[in-house]
C-alpha cells in the first residue's frame, strides 16, 4: 500500500512543476524577441524529442518486459508507412492498431 | 463572426482525431492508478493538474514500486521537461497575448496541442495573434477535458480492461501518426535520426534523462543541418 502523503506530495509537486515548466517561456518570456539561434534549435523540438520517447518503447515495450515484440514492431512499421504516405493521424493510428491486433492474434 | 472555417474549428477538427488516443490512454491512466491504490479523488486530481500521459504513468509506476518520493517527482518530470521546449516554441507565436491567456496557454500545452498548432502557424502565415490564440484553444477543447473524464471513467471500471488489449503501444503509435507529417526537411529527418539513435544508446543512463539528452542533440543536429543548408 502507497503512504497517502507520499501520493499527495507527488501529486502536488508533479502538478506544480509541470505547471512550471509550461508556464517558463511563454509566460515569463512573453512577446520579448528570442535569438535566432534559439529558434533554429526550438524548430527541431517535437520531431526529436518524440522519436526519442518511443523508439526504446518500440524495440524494447515494457510490456513484454524489454523483449523485441514482432507484433509491435510490425505496428510501428505499418503506422510510420501510412503515416509517410498519406500524412493522416487517423489513417496511421488505425494501421498501427488494426496490425497490432492482427500480430498478436497471429503470434497467439 | 464564428463560421465552422474559423481558425477555433479549424483547431477542433485538428485535435479531434486525438480522442481515439487520448480515450483509451486515459482509461489505462485511471485503471493503472486504481490497480496502485489512488483513490478515484487521487487519479483525477492528478490528471486535472498535471495534464501529461507519460509522466503520471512514470509516477503512479515509481510510486508503486516504493521509489524514495523526491525520484519519484524528478523522474516523471524529467518527462516533462519536453514541455518547456514546447512552450518556448510557441512563444514567438503566443507571446504577445495577454498575461491571463498566456497563463491558460500554459496549461494547456501538451504534445498534441503543441504539434498542431506550431503546424497550424506555419501553413497560416497570415494569421493574426486573435486567429493563433482560437485555433490554440480549438485544439485543446476536445482534449484537456476528455483527459479527465476518461480517467475518472478508467478509475470506474478498474480492472475490468484485460492486458490483452495492448493499450501500453497507444502512445508509441500516436506519436508516430503525430510526428511523421512533420518530417518535412532534411534537416527535421536528421534531427529525427539523431533522437533515435542517441535514445536507444542511452537507455543506460537513469530515470529516463536519455530521453531528454537524445532530444537535445537531436534538436542540435536539426538546427545544424539547417544553418549549413542556409549557408550553402
Not at chain 1, 24 to 30: A, D, E, H, R
Not at chain 1, 36 to 50: K, S
Not at chain 2, 59 to 77: D, F, G, K, M, R
Amino acid at each position: 500500500m502507497i503512504d497517502k502523503g507520499d501520493i499527495w506530495l507527488t501529486v502536488l509537486a508533479l502538478g506544480a512543476g509541470s505547471y512550471l515548466l509550461r508556464f517558463v517561456f511563454i509566460g515569463l518570456v512573453g512577446d520579448r524577441p528570442m535569438p535566432a539561434w534559439l529558434l533554429r534549435h526550438l524548430r527541431y523540438t517535437a520531431v526529436a524529442v518524440l522519436p526519442a520517447l518511443i523508439a526504446p518503447m518500440v524495440l524494447w515495450p515494457p510490456a513484454t518486459g524489454g523483449a523485441i515484440d514482432l507484433p509491435r514492431l510490425a505496428a510501428a512499421a505499418a503506422a510510420t508507412a501510412v503515416a509517410w504516405r498519406t500524412h493522416s493521424v487517423i489513417g496511421s493510428i488505425l494501421a498501427g492498431g488494426g496490425t497490432l491486433y492482427l500480430g498478436l492474434w497471429l503470434v497467439g | 463572426m464564428q463560421t465552422t472555417n474559423s481558425p477555433y474549428w479549424q483547431g477542433v477538427r485538428a485535435g479531434l482525431p486525438f480522442i481515439v488516443i487520448l480515450a483509451p490512454f486515459g482509461l489505462l491512466f485511471g485503471v493503472v492508478a486504481a490497480e496502485a491504490g489512488l483513490s478515484m479523488f487521487e487519479a483525477v486530481f492528478m490528471s486535472a493538474i498535471t495534464v501529461a500521459g507519460a509522466a503520471q504513468f512514470t509516477a503512479v509506476q515509481l510510486l508503486s514500486e516504493q521509489a524514495p518520493t523526491v525520484i519519484v517527482i524528478a523522474a516523471a518530470l524529467t518527462v516533462n521537461l519536453r514541455l518547456a521546449m514546447y512552450s518556448a516554441a510557441l512563444t514567438p507565436y503566443l507571446g504577445q497575448a495577454s498575461a491571463p491567456m498566456r497563463a491558460l496557454i500554459a496549461y494547456c500545452v501538451v504534445d498534441q496541442t503543441y504539434a498542431c498548432s506550431v503546424a497550424a502557424y506555419e501553413t497560416h502565415a497570415h494569421w493574426t495573434l486573435r486567429d493563433r490564440i482560437a485555433f490554440y484553444f480549438g485544439v485543446s477543447t476536445p482534449l484537456m477535458p476528455n483527459w479527465i473524464v476518461f480517467t475518472f471513467i478508467g478509475a470506474l471500471v478498474g480492472e475490468a480492461i484485460p492486458d490483452a488489449l495492448a493499450l501500453d503501444f497507444a502512445i508509441p503509435i500516436t506519436f508516430i501518426a503525430l510526428v511523421m507529417p512533420m518530417m518535412r526537411t532534411g534537416a527535421h529527418r536528421a534531427a529525427a535520426l539523431a533522437g533515435i539513435v542517441a535514445s536507444l544508446s542511452l537507455t543506460w543512463l537513469p530515470y529516463s534523462l536519455g530521453i531528454i539528452v537524445a532530444g537535445v542533440i537531436g534538436m542540435i543536429v536539426g538546427a545544424e543541418v539547417e544553418r549549413r543548408g542556409a549557408a550553402a
